[in-house]
């Protein structure tokens, strides 16, 4: 049927009323500028990102190559050639343990927070303490593990950049796996405790392997944060020109010797900087992808 | 006079287990939520291998004493029972009674299923292993899925998320995982509201089955099933004080079939048949 019908008409929808065209100019115009809105919105997000990981990638890949990541710095600045092994090392170590602080106190904490203290007020305050170190600059980490550990131990090693590095993490953890655990259903935990579970069992076996791909995620963030910190570990973790894979004796990382080597008029030295760079973004990346790989196999699938 | 009840197989026409002796007995029991009085005055008796139904209109306390039957009332913040709740004749709520110990013998089936997000072996051995069983888990399961109705459904992907299962499906597969801890009393608290009729009618007949080797106390909006499936049937409604607070009470309980055929109660009467509620 193809006549045409007054749309005034009641109870008679014809076809030409279901076309977009009906719609009045107005609404079309306006839902077009929302959609062009929204994709400039990401585009002025994405495109920074972009340019930077292009602009690194040119900058750092001339000087990449395995020596580069594994040879020990020369200890003059002019020098050409040489590596950043030294910084891949104190990185690795740095962050390594510092996650290895981090992570478990937080996740624990985190169960304490939303399983056990709910309202009570020593629960509030914590939460409320890790809600604003979340917003402590990361300096002030670095500063009081300076005069609390450096100063009293007179010593500036991996172990103190550690810490402040896991003092930077452990509100992040908090309250993202507080978020997680927030997030998995009541249902599952009587489900849990009307078999006659105990309350941490049901803990453990019910919620956590529920909520491990959130809490992954917001591991990682933290983790990922945490290797990229410059000012919390450049004042407490000295200097080395060679690898140094224990907690003790001085180190140094990759971001610190970026902020090292990018202030140097040196054009070698500049070179260094943006092959650590790249090295400390291509760190970063392969982590979180990895992470996410691992949590996806042990969360619980069809969810 | 009688509600339509359809014809057939329900609880009360096919043989069904004898009436053993009581097993939980509620004597002026009453749940408050802080000072608010939940419901009040409940004296029941629940039998072994019987099926008793609690109904009633929404917030008469029904699913409230259900919970408290298990202990489940402990995880809501000032929840307090008085009056005398015993189960073989101890006080569920002494002092000395450890809730993990009775959630191992009273078990309980939700409203919603809420299956854990394992796999459906898993969902079933969950409270074998919590409970020590390390060996001979296998056979556990089959028997418990078979008890449910669900082994021949699900045999050939126990190790697939319980998740991807129907409706009807998941529910028993909380059932079965309920009766894999072989606990005493089974307490349903509106199993089959989120279902289907044929879901349904197949939890009715499973209830049936489970009978045989369990007691069941099943909190019910529905009254057809209540007048199918049950035994016996307690009769909840809620009153309105002078504050205008409601306080659930228990108004009759009698054999399923005085209750819907010729009930004691005016307010009974009305109910079953349909003149409120």
């Known amino acids: ?303 | 006079m009688t509600i339509g009840v359809t014809r057939g197989t329900t609880a009360r026409e096919r043989p069904g287990p004898l009436a053993g002796p009581t097993v939980l007995e509620l004597s002026d029991v009453s749940v408050f939520y802080g000072d608010y009085a939940a419901v009040r005055n409940v004296s029941l008796e629940i039998a072994r291998n019987q099926i008793t139904a609690l109904i009633g209109p929404s917030g008469c306390g029904k699913s409230t004493i259900l919970r408290s039957l298990n202990r489940m009332n402990d995880h809501i913040p000032g929840a307090r029972v008085t009056g005398q709740l015993s189960f073989h004749g101890q006080d569920l709520y002494a002092p000395w009674v450890d809730p993990i110990q009775v959630r191992r013998r009273i078990g309980m089936v939700f409203q919603k299923p809420n299956p854990f997000p394992k796999s459906i072996y898993d969902n079933v051995a969950y409270g074998l292993r919590i409970n020590g069983t390390k060996s001979g888990l296998d056979d556990l399961v089959e028997r418990a899925l078979r008890g449910a109705a669900l082994w021949d459904e699900v045999k050939d992907k126990l190790r697939t998320s319980g998740l991807a299962l129907s409706g009807g499906q998941q529910q028993r597969l909380c059932i079965a995982r309920t009766i894999a801890v072989q606990p005493e009393i089974i307490l349903m608290d509106e199993p089959c509201s989120a279902l289907d009729p044929i879901a349904t009618a197949k939890i009715e007949d499973l209830m049936y089955e489970l009978s045989f080797d369990y007691t069941i106390v099943i909190v019910t909006h529905n009254m057809q099933q209540a007048a199918r499936a049950s035994h016996q049937t307690a009769f909840f409604t809620a009153e309105v004080d002078q504050r205008g607070s409601r306080h659930g009470r228990l108004v009759e309980f009698n054999d399923t079939s005085t209750i819907f055929t010729n009930p004691t109660e005016k307010r009974t009467e009305e109910y079953v048949t349909g003149r409120f509620g």
């Open chain 1, 1 to 303: 049927m193809t006549e045409s019908v007054e749309a005034s008409a009641p109870g008679r929808q014809m076809p030409l009323e279901l076309r977009r065209s009906s719609l009045s100019r107005r609404r079309r115009i306006t839902d077009l500028v929302a959609v062009v809105a929204i994709f400039l919105c990401v585009a002025v997000a994405a495109v920074p990102v972009a340019l930077v990981v292009a602009y690194l990638v040119r900058q750092g890949a001339g000087v990449m190559s395995w020596e580069f990541l594994t040879a020990d710095m020369p200890r003059q600045a002019q020098t050409l050639g040489g590596g950043i092994g030294p910084a891949v090392v104190g990185t690795i170590v740095t962050v390594g343990f510092a996650s290895l602080l981090a992570v478990p106190l937080g996740i624990l904490g985190a169960i304490y927070l939303v399983e056990y203290g709910k309202q009570r007020p020593v629960a509030r305050t914590i939460r409320a303490m890790a809600d604003i170190m979340t917003g402590v600059p990361s300096i002030m980490m670095g500063l009081f593990i300076y005069v609390s550990f450096v100063l009293v131990t007179q010593n500036l090693n991996a172990l103190s950049a550690s810490l402040a590095l896991a003092c930077l993490m452990l509100p992040l953890i908090i309250r993202t796996t507080e978020e997680m655990l927030n997030l998995v259903p009541d249902d599952l935990r009587h489900a849990g405790l009307a078999l006659g579970a105990r309350k941490w069992r049901t803990i453990i076996s019910v919620v956590l392997p529920a909520a491990i791909p959130g809490i992954t995620s917001g591991v990682l963030l933290a983790v990922a944060r945490a290797a990229g910190e410059t000012a919390p570990i450049y004042l407490v973790i000295g200097l080395t020109y060679r690898a140094n894979w224990s907690l003790f004796g001085p180190n140094t990382s990759l971001p610190a010797q970026i902020f090292k080597n990018a202030q140097e008029p040196f054009p070698a030295a500049n070179e260094r900087a943006w092959g650590a760079a790249l090295t400390l973004v291509a760190i970063v990346f392969i982590f979180t992808v990895v992470g996410r790989f691992l949590a996806n196999r042990f969360s619980s699938r069809e969810r």
